[in-house]
């Protein structure tokens, strides 16, 4: 008898856009959130934000449509596979594309809408392949093919301004949060920035990039092909905050950020070579693992820094109560 497949959770870059709000191949790169003139908007402003956001409300329409089916249980990868189809796979982002590049905005917004919509193509290019997985029935470029969807779905938010991520992503704030850095001076920025890449970088292809309907040859073929380039970037992430000098009032956070990231780097690097040795089960062991560590130092930070990791460690959290 075939074994059930259990989606649960399947497109996950689709509802990390909607809820939050970034292909080694994506463009364009994080070079931070785009300026946009501080202030109330005013009511002109305010009518376009809230287009804006509708265009966002219709992204999430059709992604009701991808949540019954990431939830489903399928007897076969066809049934799968027909399921993601009928539900759309591949022009997931279209009518909210749509929707935006028929908007007029104010010159206030002018820049941050052209990144929108860009950034809007760029979903679209990739969803593109996602459909073209479907058709294929071909999990393995489907589960690449979304790592590059999920990297894209929180790069975006970081490229904008608060006040027009807030109207376009939907929720998880954490992604939309801009810090006051004159209370840190340069450390504050450079954690910030170095915790975002992680969020870019880092988790959406080393622990993002599992289906579980993916057999576990196929789910080391998509770690290996994403996990290089991850690991690499984890690295440099960790030797660029360990160099940092912390001002006085952050000694003991960034000790524990050290720590943290360190601890973090054993464990992606231990899940590499355990791919490598086609060992899928204690590639499967280091997600506890990562899971343990990163609640015991997000219990640990304190409030004074909480500004600068927010956006890594103010998601949705897998720890008890958070």
């Known amino acids: 008898m075939p074994k059930p497949i259990l989606f649960a959770p399947l497109l996950v870059a689709l509802v990390a856009f909607v809820a939050c709000g970034s292909d080694s191949s994506s463009e364009p790169e994080t070079d931070g959130p785009t300026a946009t003139p501080a202030g109330t908007p005013t009511a002109a402003e305010q009518a376009y934000l809230d287009e804006v956001e509708n265009a966002a409300g219709l992204l999430l329409e059709n992604f009701a449509h991808f949540a019954e089916v990431m939830n489903g249980l399928f007897a076969t990868r066809g049934a799968l596979f027909g399921a993601l189809e009928e539900a759309g ?129 196929e789910a080391l073929e998509v770690l290996a092909a994403v ?43 231990d899940r590499r070579q355990a791919a490598e040795r086609g060992d899928f089960e204690a590639v499967r062991a280091q997600i506890p693992l990562l899971i343990e560590l990163f609640c015991g130092a997000a219990d640990e930070l304190s409030p004074t820094i909480t500004p600068f990791v927010v956006v890594h460690f103010g998601g949705p959290a897998p720890c008890g109560g958070g």
């Open 227 to 269: 996990a290089p380039s991850a690991i690499d970037a984890l690295e440099q992430i960790e030797n660029d905050v360990r160099a940092l000098d912390p001002p006085a009032e952050f000694v003991t956070d960034h000790d524990i950020l050290v720590e943290y990231l360190g601890a973090f780097l054993g464990i992606a690097t």
């Open 89 to 217: 796979a591949g022009t997931a982002f279209d009518s909210g594309l749509a929707a935006m590049e028929a908007l007029e905005p104010p010159e206030r917004f002018l820049d941050e809408h052209e990144l929108a919509v860009d950034s809007l193509r760029e979903f679209q290019r990739l969803d593109r392949r996602v459909g073209q997985a479907v058709e294929d029935a071909d999990l393995v470029a489907f589960a690449l093919a979304n790592v590059q969807l999920t990297e894209l779905s929180i790069e975006s938010p970081l490229q904008h301004s608060e006040t027009f991520c807030l109207a376009r992503f939907i929720g998880a704030p954490h992604l939309c949060e801009r810090p006051d850095f004159s209370s840190s001076g340069a450390y504050g920025e450079a954690v910030y920035s170095a915790l975002s890449r992680i969020e870019t970088d880092v988790a959406p292809a080393l622990f993002g990039s599992e289906l579980p309907g993916l057999s576990d040859e």
